[in-house]
């Protein structure tokens, strides 16, 4: 299995949605620099979404003599963004800010007073599971069900062999709580097509998200979100969830976190609410929808490259 994360899905996302000719024209390398070959006949661009203390970015980005070397660094937030121009000093002339986009907008199933109130954790183990798992041991309420879409499948073969192991202890203590399914692996197809059948997305982030695409797709899905103001999130996710402060006191973390998700589920089938999630899915289609991101990334390719050429 080849890696399909993140940044796999919106480089296809891209091809989906922008012009074969304007894309034959340029040669985009994600993340890590010298991942793609550079090509002398095309404009070179660095897709960056990896965050800037990130090992295995700080011998190129260092050494500021190696800027050039890319036509343009795009970047998925004004977060990132910052921190890149703050501790390298990259070009600035040659650095611009283009969204992640989502073009799943599943029809919203309002919540019904009474019902099993189910919870989505579809994020890497290292992110967070450990406050998500103790969270759900400081919730009260006894209607709520967390299911857990967490491994290190997600990053492809390789990945999955080198950390065979490491996260079994936390996914074995999710196969033990009561209020816990631990479902594992699937694909993201499987997840979009479910996701609609969630009534919150937690995401107690212990890592500097430099986007998050999970809290995208749950905007666009309608469904109420409890997430840490860690990293970009405050940024991709607006007005829209329910914040807990971050802590590195994990306990303590898992304390409030577990608080919020009650708060929350109180509020749920509640008219405002249920406004709030139609205007969050709304905003989302606004602002992220690929169909808009496509039409970004055309407009600055053609303008790229007519100046390059």
């Known amino acids: 299995m080849k890696p399909r994360g993140g940044t796999e899905?919106?480089?296809?996302?891209?091809?989906?949605?922008?012009?074969?000719?304007?894309?034959?024209?340029?040669?985009?390398?994600?993340?890590?620099?010298?991942?793609?070959?550079?090509?002398?006949?095309?404009?070179?661009?660095?897709?960056?979404?990896?965050?800037?203390?990130?090992p295995n970015l700080q011998e190129f980005f260092g050494d500021q003599n190696r800027h050039?070397?890319?036509?343009?660094?795009?970047?998925?937030?004004?977060?990132?963004?910052?921190?890149?121009?703050?501790?390298?000093?990259?070009?600035?002339?040659?650095?611009?800010?283009?969204?992640?986009?989502?073009?799943?907008?599943?029809?919203?199933?309002?919540y019904k007073k009474g019902e099993k109130i189910k919870i989505i954790y579809n994020s890497t183990p290292w992110r967070g599971l450990n406050v998500m798992l103790g969270a759900m041991q400081f919730v009260t309420n006894p209607n709520i069900e967390l299911d857990v879409y967490s491994s290190t499948q997600i990053y492809g073969d390789y990945f999955e062999k080198v950390n065979k192991g490491k996260y079994d202890p936390l996914f074995d203590q999710a196969k033990k709580l009561k209020n816990v399914n631990y479902i594992g692996y699937k694909p993201h197809e499987y997840i979009m097509e479910n996701i609609s059948n969630y009534h919150i997305w937690c995401h107690p982030s212990c890592w500097e998200e430099t986007f998050c695409i999970g809290a995208l797709e749950a905007m666009a899905a309608g469904i109420y979100m409890i997430c840490t103001n860690y990293g970009a999130l405050y940024e991709t996710c607006s007005e829209w969830p329910v914040y807990v402060n971050y802590t590195q006191d994990y306990v303590k973390l898992a304390q409030t976190f577990g608080q919020a998700i009650d708060m929350a589920s109180k509020q749920l089938g509640e008219d405002y609410l249920e406004e709030h999630l139609d205007a969050q899915q709304l905003h989302a289609k606004r602002f992220y929808d690929w169909k808009k991101k496509g039409g970004e990334w055309e407009i600055f390719l053609e303008g790229a490259i007519s100046a390059k050429s």
């Open 68 to 110: 050039d070397e890319y036509d343009w660094y795009i970047f998925n937030s004004h977060w990132n963004y910052e921190k890149f121009r703050y501790y390298f000093r990259i070009p600035q002339d040659k650095s611009m800010v283009i969204k992640n986009g989502v073009e799943n907008f599943p029809k919203r199933k309002p």
């Open 9 to 54: 899905l919106q480089l296809e996302l891209l091809h989906k949605y922008c012009k074969k000719e304007l894309l034959d024209k340029v040669n985009i390398c994600t993340s890590i620099p010298g991942k793609v070959p550079l090509a002398k006949d095309k404009l070179n661009i660095l897709w960056q979404k990896n965050s800037y203390d990130q």
